[in-house]
């Protein structure tokens, strides 16, 4: 790191935040194959995800990720944990140094998955300097020894931004009942109207920040996504349409287990039948197992009965099954395939 880098990032830090935006590689899971982007168009109508936690506040730290990452395990175990511990560990694991100015999403994330993290009573949040909190040194074995009990058990995947940031990520919330992380370059001037729309003012310091989806909402006829913040100040606030296109990708974590996660990652997007030779054939999509129900659709997706993979059963039965596939699925990806050039009329 340059020291131009390193002043910057240590004037930023005073104006919190915390995000820092990286791309999604080839080993994660995208909602084109796993989510909700091909389950239909995104709803229009109001909804809220179940278990929407209490707003916490990560006052003048860069902790953002890490408060968000809390938020989504606080859901699966009901207890309070500690964010200065995921992003402790998480700096331990993907960046070998806690000076550094805030973490990307998937690392937090995946810090979850290997490293859990602790109940706030073992690293508590706010007790000590940001530093501090960020040293992986100062976190006692007692309570690196609490975070085992408490990984998360459950996959994540990234959410795509094809055909819209906007509808993809109702997609995902409304298809799999879970929040959105995300993020965007956030000016300190930003304020919210007094029907929680945010008012982009983009005046004063910028710094990347994380929050996460709860809320499709209309205000006065217009659809907005409302999001859980980490700032008490600021608890929530609605994007509409327009204002999405300014977010950086998002993560799910879907209510699936990772070791089922890794199986439907490994057959995603593929034509698949049982090694018992038993039918129907599947493609692997929304997550799900979605059965041909008949050679002319399987014929009309352009393969035939020879096209396919052989499963072990118990892989293929540990898939969540879904709809069966219709003409107006493979209507639809062949719009998206010709809208995206990969095809040609």
């Given amino acids: 790191m340059t020291i ?123 007790k000590s300097s940001r530093n501090r909190m960020a040293n992986w040194k100062n976190i006692s074995q007692e309570a690196w020894d609490n975070a085992k009990k408490y990984k998360m058990n459950r996959g994540y995947f990234f959410v795509d931004i094809y055909p819209n940031k906007f509808d993809n990520f109702l997609a995902g919330m409304y298809h799999w009942q879970e929040m959105v992380i995300t993020g965007m370059k956030w000016y300190s001037g930003y304020k919210v109207d007094d029907k929680g729309r945010l008012i982009m003012n983009k005046t004063g310091p910028v710094f990347g920040h994380a ?11 217009e659809q907005r996504i409302e999001f859980i913040n980490s700032y008490l100040n600021l608890p929530t606030f609605s994007l509409n349409r327009q204002q999405c296109n300014s977010l950086y990708y998002g993560y799910i974590v879907p209510p699936i287990e990772r070791p089922i996660v890794e199986i439907i990652k490994k057959y995603a997007g593929k034509i698949v039948r049982a090694k018992s030779n038993k039918p129907p054939m599947y493609i692997i999509i929304d997550g799900k197992k979605r059965h041909f129900t008949s050679e002319n659709m399987l014929n009309l997706y352009g393969r035939s009965l020879k096209q396919y993979i052989e499963v072990p059963d118990d892989e293929l039965n540990s898939i969540p099954s879904g709809d069966p596939i219709t003409r107006e699925d493979l209507e639809i990806w062949a719009r998206e395939l010709i809208e995206r050039k990969q095809i040609k009329l």
């Fill in 211 to 221: 929050f996460g989806s709860i809320r499709s909402i209309i205000v006065e006829g």
């Fill in 4 to 126: 131009k880098q390193t002043l910057i990032q240590q004037a930023t830090r005073q104006f919190a935040g915390g995000l820092v935006d990286t791309k999604p590689d080839g080993t994660e899971y995208s909602l084109e194959q796993f989510g909700g982007r091909r389950i239909g168009k995104a709803p229009t109508k109001e909804f809220e995800i179940p278990n929407i936690p209490k707003v916490r506040d990560q006052k003048n730290s860069d902790f953002c990720v890490s408060f968000q990452d809390a938020y989504t395990v606080e859901q699966d175990y009901g207890k309070l944990f500690s964010p200065a511990f995921n992003f402790a560990a998480t700096k331990k694991r993907y960046y070998k140094n806690y000076f550094g100015f805030g973490l990307a999403i998937k690392h937090g994330l995946s810090s979850l998955q290997k490293d859990g993290i602790c109940q706030d009573s073992y690293f508590p949040f706010g």
